[in-house]
């Protein structure tokens, strides 16, 4: 507990008794105002706006759960005999791109991981037909397009992926022709720098006047190492750990907090 002095007069002592709730209170508010203001300023320097796709812009495997995607490319493997290419890790994480990753860390450049990046790609378009669109994004992503920046899209899926998903939702203007997805070369999937530096050489944009919106680790690790200033989405407690541990700071649990922030609103 602690005392503070009182601004009005009046008789007796001149304290206010303040309890470890209230002082709780208002230390979680002015670390959410810091963080507000923190945004904000990212907002204002930002010209060119990157967008990573599964999270920020929608939730891709909504309706097509991508721990079934990730036990079909298992049971694929398993079929041909392979399936002491994966640890027990691998195979128990439910990850596609985790199951991918290793795959290619055993066998690089392989005919094998081509087939399957392309059983994988199958499973992420029809997840497109499907996805659900994060709360706010559609009108953050005009708004911002309307106002001028230029929005890119820099993600793990495939670019195929992300075109079916912004031609449904009629947001291909916002972002064509800036959509820098998976290649063959999977070594350089995030949180490698280069679909960001790639986004950033096209648009001829230096890094620190780019913004990156990811809800991932090897979102906030790619947009460190590429110097790009990074802005963090978390849809739930778990993903805003996860985000902090890593050493992400600026951080948003609603896209409207952008939204507001891109209008000028308080």
């Known amino acids: 507990m602690v005392r503070r002095p009182l601004g009005n007069h009046h008789h007796g002592p001149d304290t206010l008794l303040v309890t470890s709730d209230t002082a709780q209170t208002e230390q979680v508010a002015s670390e959410t105002r810091n963080g507000t203001a923190e945004m904000r300023e990212l907002i204002t320097r930002a010209q060119v706006v990157l967008w990573d796709f599964d999270g ?152 620190h006047a780019a913004l990156m919106i990811g809800d991932t680790p090897s979102d906030f690790l790619a947009a460190r190492a590429a110097g790009v200033p990074f802005l963090g989405y978390a849809r739930n407690e778990r993903k805003e750990k996860v985000l902090r541990e890593a050493g992400a700071t600026a951080i948003v649990g609603s896209l409207e907090q952008v939204l507001r922030a891109v209008r000028g609103q308080p």
């Open 56 to 207: 920020p812009v929608c939730r891709l495997f909504a309706g097509h759960s991508a721990e079934h995607v990730a036990e079909g490319l298992v049971e694929w493997l398993e079929n041909r005999g392979l399936h002491g290419l994966l640890t027990e890790a691998e195979v128990e994480s439910l990850d596609p791109h985790v199951v991918l990753r290793a795959v290619d860390r055993r066998r690089p450049g392989s005919d094998l991981v081509a087939e399957l990046e392309e059983r994988l790609t199958e499973e992420e378009l029809k997840a497109a037909s499907s996805a659900m669109p994060t709360a706010w994004a559609d009108p953050l992503i005009r708004t911002w397009s309307a106002v001028g920046s230029r929005l890119a899209i820099t993600t793990n899926n495939s670019p195929r992926v992300v075109a079916k998903y912004l031609a449904g939702r009629g947001l291909t203007p916002c972002f064509a022709p800036h959509v820098y997805g998976r290649t063959q070369d999977l070594h350089l999937l995030k949180p490698h720098p280069h679909c960001l530096q790639r986004a950033l050489a096209a648009m001829g944009c230096a890094p």
